[in-house]
């Protein structure tokens, strides 16, 4: 039988009447009367989760695939979608009289000598015939398929009873139904997801989860991958013969490589949250051995797929042209489009950013990556493409002419056809034609791009324009057409690249694993890339001096700690970061505020000088660059915004906009962004901020008065942020990212900032000796005195 733990309170004794009293007092003593209070089941029922990692993780997927009764449908759909595969291909290839179909012979009435039209059941063989007819590969296929149906079915049945599980969490704990569902943000279900922790103590290892505990959970597999790709640790790029350095990361290969490290019974993990053992041995010759057994599970693992490789390459070619045979003729540019390939999927991600988070990033990012590319138009390909389309063309025009004219025209043999196919040609070759208001302007796009994706090379910066840039990014926003070629092959050439590539970086995969792994409490073993820990991780080119003691082996490559730092920052401002963070990110808030003062105290700034390269976009006019970061502050429109947005008119009118959906509702810039962008509108540098505001230069706004989101609690009902705000913090996001990688730039080439006072003396200077600041002139004011204010010592803090 169950026990439960009780809790009992002992009554006092109430003298409600006077008579009786006594004869109650001895048949009910007071040392014996007491209330049982029993448990809340709902309560008891999500206390002490055993694997937080799958129940987040599955809380978040109900969210994204909006409930359970759309979860539910579509797995039954894609259940039937593979008997549908099947049944249609095997149908397809024996049960269709082709010769009959085709008309190859005559089928001629006895009783008259004209031709018979052909119908759909003359081209059908009866049905026992077409079961008579299977070969001993289809037999084989069919059984295959059907045991692989089998368990589809009882996964399918197993997810259901966990949906519903997690249905009853959101309706219960959550108090979230499923109308409200589709109107919720993930950051109202994960706000409500931490107060129910404080109530029902789904992790009893810990009282309080943070934002970065359940990105943890949800996301612990998917950052050690990240790490690892940005580490170099996984060996994804080749050198192919005629083509030179290819990057090669199909989704079955990635499957193979998660199976092998994360999920499968060999993983190297033993409950999904804690690191096996012998990945923590201090001894190397231990390592060694598991390296030599990992290595051996890549070369068995290639086996076990090359045996395979015909079976996973029929079903590649059947569902590839059940999926894109219809859209492809619907749409014949689609395989002249783009898509950003998985490894630039991997490469581009931060640590800790969800999967709706990254898709909406790099939806941002599609149109500028598209246009940057389709300005390196080949002109031989452009010219042959051009006289391709004009022949096809005439043909397809003469063709359709003649049909409308009489439609008899269709039933001539292959005339239809001979259209379908000129039509393709057509639309096809508009691929390789430029279009001709298409301006050529790498650089401007490359940085509009990477305000989005947040990463680039080094090496790329300034040579956009080259063709080397050009085939790097490529590799990153792939055309689909190459896209499926690999899916399609990938059967094949996966084993060949665990047998020959994988195995031996067995080693290399194990000491990264007992290198970069932390135990964190309540949340278990995660990569230490993951924490974004400045002083340990941090990279010496994009953070201040003294800031990281990190190695080279140790630090993180193209800013990827500092970016994934800011952009959790940014994307859950009440989290709490620790000392290391919180200094990093104050110390880049200074910074914003510095070069924007420096920059609105020089109206020549866009004819040169040290901050030109704050804003590259302004010697063409374009809005899209980095320009939008100073244009906030000095009045103009941030072309990152909407065009409705009036940037001036909160700092006049006080008022604070309470957003809620669309950005084109808003009506000023957010008060209570806790962006370090955001904050300079407010910052004693800006120059729109009120003078009687303005701070001692000795006491930087970020010290004396912190971020707010450093101090918010987290409790629905004491929320500051509304999601309105939230959703424009994406725009704080895209200006951090280029702001930091200029001034990675100029901390490379040595370039040492002003200090701000004497830029704001040298400025009230300037302008009260030219001839427009003299009071006669009607000019300014004389000048005041300037008073010299104390500088502080920097005392940064040490990490504990």
Known sequence: MAHYETQYTQLSVYDDDETGEEEEEENFPDDRLMIHVVPDENKARWNHIENLDEFFTRVYQYHQRQGFLCMVLEDLLQLLQFVFVVVFSTFLIECVNYDVLFDNYYNLDRNKSEHRKVTIDDAIRPHDQCIQSFSFTVVVCLIVAGAFWVFRVVKVIYNIFLYYEIRSFYMYALKISAVDLPNLTWHEVQTRLLDVQKDQQMCIHKPDLTQLDIYHRILRFKNYTVAMVNKSVLPLKLQVPCVGEYVFLSTGLKYNLDFILFYGPWSAFENKWHLRGEYKEKSFDKRRQLADKLSQRFLWLGIVNLALFPLIFLWQILYSFFRYAELV????????????????????????????????????????????????????????????????????????????????????????????????????????????????????????????????????????????????????????????????????????????????????????????????????????????????????????????????????????????????????????????????????????????????????????????????????????????????????????????????????????????????????????????????????????????????????????????????????????????????????????????????????????????????????????????????????????????QPQEEDNPKEEN
């Open 329 to 788: 003729k619907r749409q014949p540019a689609f395989l002249g489009s783009r898509r950003w390939s998985n490894y630039g999927r991997q490469y581009l991600r931060h640590f800790n950013e969800l999967d709706h988070e990254f898709n909406a990033r790099l939806n941002r990012g599609y149109k500028a990556a598209d246009m940057y590319l389709s300005i390196f138009m080949s002109p031989l390909m452009a010219i042959l493409a051009k006289n391709v389309a004009f022949f096809a063309g005439s043909i397809l025009a003469v063709l359709v002419v003649l049909t409308v004219i009489d439609e008899d025209v269709l039933n001539v043999e292959h005339v239809l056809t001979i259209m379908t196919i000129a039509g393709v040609v057509v639309t096809s070759c508009k691929v390789f034609i430029p279009d001709e208001h298409t301006v050529y302007c790498p650089e401007v796009l490359m940085r509009n791009v990477l305000s989005q994706i947040h990463y680039m090379p080094d090496h790329w910066a300034g040579n956009a324009h080259t063709s080397k840039v050009r085939g790097e990014f490529s590799l990153l926003f792939q055309f689909k057409a190459i896209y499926l070629l690999e899916e399609l092959f990938s059967p094949l050439i996966t084993p060949l690249l665990l047998i020959f590539q994988f195995r031996y970086k067995a080693g290399d995969i194990v000491e990264f694993f007992h290198n970069f792994t932390v135990d964190v409490v309540g949340v278990g073993d995660v990569c230490s890339f993951a924490q974004m820990d400045i002083r340990k991780h941090g990279n010496p080119q994009w953070v201040s001096e003294n800031e990281t003691e990190a190695s080279q082996d140790e630090q993180g490559e193209c800013g990827k700690i500092e970016m994934s730092l800011m952009h959790f920052h940014l994307t859950n401002p009440e989290w709490k970061p620790p000392e290391n963070c919180s200094l990093f990110l104050n110390n880049f808030k200074e910074q914003v505020q510095r070069d924007v003062g420096a920059s609105s105290m020089q109206p020549d700034i866009a004819g040169g000088g040290p901050y030109q390269s704050m804003v590259p976009s302004w010697a063409t006019g374009g809005g899209l660059g980095y320009a939008s970061l100073i244009s906030s502050v000095t009045g103009g429109t941030s072309a990152m915004l909407s065009p409705s947005v009036n940037i001036s008119a909160p700092f006049t009118s006080g008022n604070v906009p309470k957003l809620r959906g669309a950005v084109s509702h808003s009506v000023g810039p957010l008060m209570g962004s806790t962006g370090p962008v955001s904050s300079i509108y407010l910052s004693p540098s800006s120059s729109l901020a009120p003078r009687q505001s303005l701070q001692p230069m000795g006491q930087p706004q970020s010290l004396t008065n912190p971020p707010t989101s450093l101090q918010q609690p987290t409790s629905m009902s004491q929320r500051q942020y509304d999601e309105g705000q939230i959703e424009l913090m994406s725009t704080d996001m895209s200006l951090s990212a280029l702001f930091m990688h200029d001034l990675r730039t100029r901390r490379a080439r040595g370039f040492m900032y002003e200090n701000l006072d004497d830029i704001r003396a040298r400025s009230l200077w300037q302008r009260h000796e030219t001839p427009q600041a003299t009071p006669s002139s009607g000019g300014t004011t004389p000048m005041p005195n300037i008073e010299e």
